[in-house]
């Protein structure tokens, strides 16, 4: 069974690599998506690098705070709506392989948010 602090390095870690993969690469994966500018993709990879820090830092401390728990998986869980919200609203905008992206990535924010919720703040 995983600790709060290795799922909290999981989901930072991952969230951190793909902000960098966003900002670095977003024209590509703005074609991926059958889009023409890369505003959304290297706005939402400089949030998620920010989000990746607060994460990492929250996992690296001594002491869990249950506050800053409750933020990062609220967060998670907002990203999965919003990323639900995103792909019907966009359904006819965007590639069928953005949307399942979109859906893929949901599902392991998701994941991350699961399991951080069900671990106690130590």
Not at 5 to 21: D, E, F, R, V, Y
Not at 64 to 80: C, N, Q, Y
Request: aromatic share 8%.
């Amino acid at each position: 069974m995983l600790s709060l602090k290795t799922i909290l390095l999981i989901n930072g870690i991952s969230s951190g690599i793909t902000g960098i993969a966003l900002i670095l690469f977003s024209q590509p994966v703005a074609n991926l998506f059958g889009l023409d500018s890369t505003i959304a993709f290297t706005g939402t990879g400089i949030f998620l690098v920010l989000f990746a820090s607060y994460v990492l830092l929250t996992a690296t401390q001594k002491e869990l705070k249950a506050a800053h728990i409750k933020t990062i998986t609220g967060l998670d869980i907002l990203w999965v709506v919003l990323s639900i919200m995103v792909t019907i609203g966009s359904w006819a905008t965007i590639s069928l392989v953005g949307s399942l992206l979109i859906l893929g990535v949901a599902g392991w924010v998701g994941l991350m948010a699961y399991l951080q919720s069900g671990k106690p703040a130590i």
